[in-house]
């Protein structure tokens, strides 16, 4: 019964206004050669029916409902707290797998070691949930720069092979995402996997510089292959609500706040502080409604360094080894 739980997948979804995608997202579950033996959505007080879908589907295990919408960070908290599978397979309702994609990142799961995450090939799918083609990439995992930037791996290039080789990556996107519950029970902070004050978006970057410090690895397995639906993405900032690009402002500063050291900085230096300058004059000059972010980050400032406290007081590897992500 043990190894059984072990050996199970949980999967865990946050559904906001999702009943365009939930439907494809469910069915393409329900077709894994390896079955999850959870399902659990979480809905964050939908205008439409999400909720209502993803009730009626004979593959989901629970629904929760949540009357407000209390974010993405911690929607997936509460959904993972509803589960017990030895893994976790965070995933976004427009993301769409092919059926082999939780056998493929569980085969490689069981290598053993600190492998904490796994994350797969994602192409770009179409709004109706389509696939784009020829092929575009979406992620192979997650990268960070020397301007304090995470960016998903190969995002918008089409997919020529040219990520075809299984490597140790900082992180996986969100989006679909492959978590021992080992490793989640290891990273919480004051009872948070992702850290709620994020709200949304760069939690899941947040999330992966923390397993970094913590000794944990995370694999991209290029076998593994799901479709995205991807929407927020750099050049379309003037396109998206202005509560999204506040959050990613703020959330910049805090994750560093939390998790960046010494090395990193030496390894950042004026890149990163360049790009802040150029990020601050930017909500200077024509992104107003990003502004109180860094009233936000000096309110928020406290906590984060609590946090860093916490994170520094186990962490398990080097800051030099930490800096060596960041190019």
Avoid at 16 to 28: E, H, K, N, V
Wanted: proline residues 4%; contains cysteine.
């Amino acid at each position: 019964m043990v190894e059984a739980r072990v050996r199970a997948v949980a999967v865990t979804l946050v559904t906001f206004d999702s009943a365009r995608w939930i439907g494809t997202c469910l069915d393409a579950l329900a077709k894994q050669t390896h079955l999850p033996a959870e399902v659990v959505v979480l809905d964050n007080a939908s205008r439409d029916e999400s909720a209502a879908l993803a009730a009626a589907h004979p593959l989901v295990s629970r629904v929760l409902r949540e009357p407000v919408n209390i974010g993405f960070a911690a929607g997936q908290n509460r959904a993972i707290a509803a589960t017990v599978s030895g893994w976790v397979l965070v995933l976004n309702p427009d993301a769409f797998l092919t059926a082999t994609f939780i056998e493929q990142l569980l085969l490689r799961a069981e290598s053993g070691g600190r492998l904490g995450a796994l994350c797969g090939k994602l192409r770009r799918a179409a709004d109706d949930g389509s696939p784009i083609e020829p092929a575009l990439l979406d992620s192979t995992g997650m990268v960070v720069t020397r301007e304090f930037r995470h960016l998903d791996r190969g995002a918008g290039e089409p997919d020529r092979g040219q990520f075809e080789c299984e490597q140790m990556v900082f992180g996986a996107s969100g989006a679909a995402a492959l978590f021992s519950r080992q490793m989640l029970e290891d990273v919480r902070i004051e009872g948070e996997i992702f850290d709620e004050h994020f709200f949304a978006y760069r939690e899941d970057a947040d999330l992966a510089w923390r397993a970094q410090l913590l000794g944990w690895d995370c694999l991209y397995v290029p076998g593994a292959v799901g479709y995205h639906v991807r929407r927020v993405v750099p050049e379309r900032r003037s396109e998206l609500p202005a509560e999204i690009n506040r959050h990613s402002v703020r959330n910049r500063f805090l994750m560093r706040i939390k998790n960046a050291d010494a090395a990193v900085w030496r390894r950042c230096g004026w890149r990163g502080v360049l790009r802040d300058g150029l990020v601050f004059a930017a909500c200077l000059v024509r992104e107003w409604s990003s502004l109180p972010a860094f009233v936000e980050v000096v309110r928020e400032t406290p906590r984060a360094l609590r946090w860093r406290r916490a994170i520094k007081a186990r962490q398990r590897r080097h800051g030099a080894e930490i800096a060596g992500w960041f190019r």
